[in-house]
């Protein structure tokens, strides 16, 4: 059986990070170059697996994770004015 996966250095694992795609944040706890595909063509892509504050992790691809205290939380700002 082949590895299908490899672990990634980064310089946010462990650090409080933004999925720029869904707005969710939570800690960087790894990333992995996996292999996402199931056909004969192989696809690999870097995955971010970040744990949010429920405790649960999720993925995103590693190119939408940011630092969370770099930019704005506009998208909290928007969600707070909406249950307002």
Same mark, same amino acid.
């Given at each position: ?19 720029? =795609? +869904? #707005?969710? %944040? ?7 170059? *996996?292999?996402?595909? &199931? ?13 949010? =504050? +429920? #405790?649960? %992790? ?7 994770? *940011?630092?969370?205290? &770099? ?14």
């Amino acid at each position: 059986m082949t590895e299908q996966y490899e672990y990634v250095p980064h310089r946010l694992l462990r650090r409080r990070v933004r999925d720029i =795609a +869904s #707005g969710a %944040e939570g800690v960087l706890m790894a990333v992995i170059n *996996e292999k996402v595909s &199931d056909t004969g063509i192989e696809h690999w892509m870097e995955l971010a697996y970040i744990r949010g =504050a +429920s #405790g649960r %992790e999720f993925t995103t691809a590693i190119d939408n994770v *940011e630092s969370a205290y &770099d930019q704005p939380q506009t998208d909290r700002r928007r969600r707070d004015t909406r249950s307002a």
